[in-house]
Nanobody
Framework: QVRLVESGGSLVQAGGSLRLSCLIS????????VGWFRQATGKDRDFVAL????????TYADSVKGRFTISRENAKNTVFLQLNSLTPEDTGVYFC???????????????WGQGTQVTVES
């Protein structure tokens, strides 16, 4: 059973930075595509970033390009999301998700974490 546990969410001032972590257990990280999603209160869950299982190719939502960086450390079975230049619009619950397969259209990962709250104050 694959399990994902996020950590690192916090309250931060606008312009600040955070680093979120997603620890994966039950399988090897290198076997999975891993993404980060976020959900603001009352809104849909949105894609944020993806790191592919081969070569570590990354993809970002336009709203976070240049500010967020996704990375992976296979030896620690952990994926990171570095959040810089945060704005109040980045507030939400951040989820990591993983799946051995990926589709560029309507990707629906099989495994999800419980989420970690990021709150950005102006």
């Amino acid at each position: 059973q694959v399990r994902l546990v996020e950590s690192g969410g916090s309250l931060v001032q606008a312009g600040g930075s955070l680093r979120l972590s997603c620890l994966i257990s039950g399988d090897t990280l290198s076997s999975h595509y891993v993404g980060w999603f976020r959900q603001a209160t009352g809104k849909d869950r949105d894609f944020v970033a993806l790191i592919q299982r081969s070569f570590g190719t990354t993809t970002y939502a336009d709203s976070v390009k240049g500010r967020f960086t996704i990375s992976r450390e296979n030896a620690k079975n952990t994926v990171f999301l570095q959040l810089n230049s945060l704005t109040p619009e980045d507030t939400g619950v951040y989820f990591c998700a993983a799946d051995p397969a990926y589709s560029s259209t309507n990707w629906s990962p099989q495994y999800w974490g419980q989420g970690t709250q990021v709150t950005v104050e102006s």
